[in-house]
Nanobody, 120 residues
Framework: QLQLVESGGGLVQPGGSLRLSCAASGFTLDDYVIGWFRQAPGKEREGVSCISSSGGDTDYADSVKGRFTISRDNAKNTVYLQMNSLKPEDTAVYYC?????????????WGKGTLVTVSS
């Protein structure tokens, strides 16, 4: 069974950091573009970051550029999102997804998400 499981979310104060993980089971991530997107209550889904199958190319939304870093460890079948200098507006459910094309076009599979809350 193909599955993506996100973890690492939680409550953090403004300016803090979190590292999200996206673990795959039932298939290998090696061949796929992987991305993170988020959805806050009452807001539209927003693409956050994208990484190529090799990890050599990355892309970020302007709202997170310079604060978030996406990476992947194909040996562990896992993709990460390091989030620093978090702001209250980063509060959302974060999802990872498998895409068919660069840069995160053609979503194929996605996980159930992990909640990130940035608040003092």
């Amino acid at each position: 069974q193909l599955q993506l499981v996100e973890s690492g979310g939680g409550l953090v104060q403004p300016g803090g950091s979190l590292r999200l993980s996206c673990a795959a089971s039932g298939f290998t991530l090696d061949d796929y573009v992987i991305g993170w997107f988020r959805q806050a209550p009452g807001k539209e889904r927003e693409g956050v970051s994208c990484i190529s199958s090799s990890g050599g190319d990355t892309d970020y939304a302007d709202s997170v550029k310079g604060r978030f870093t996406i990476s992947r460890d194909n040996a562990k079948n896992t993709v990460y999102l390091q989030m620093n200098s978090l702001k209250p507006e980063d509060t959302a459910v974060y999802y990872c997804a498998v895409f068919s094309f660069w840069s995160c076009k053609g979503m194929k599979y996605w996980g159930k998400g992990t909640l990130v809350t940035v608040s003092s």
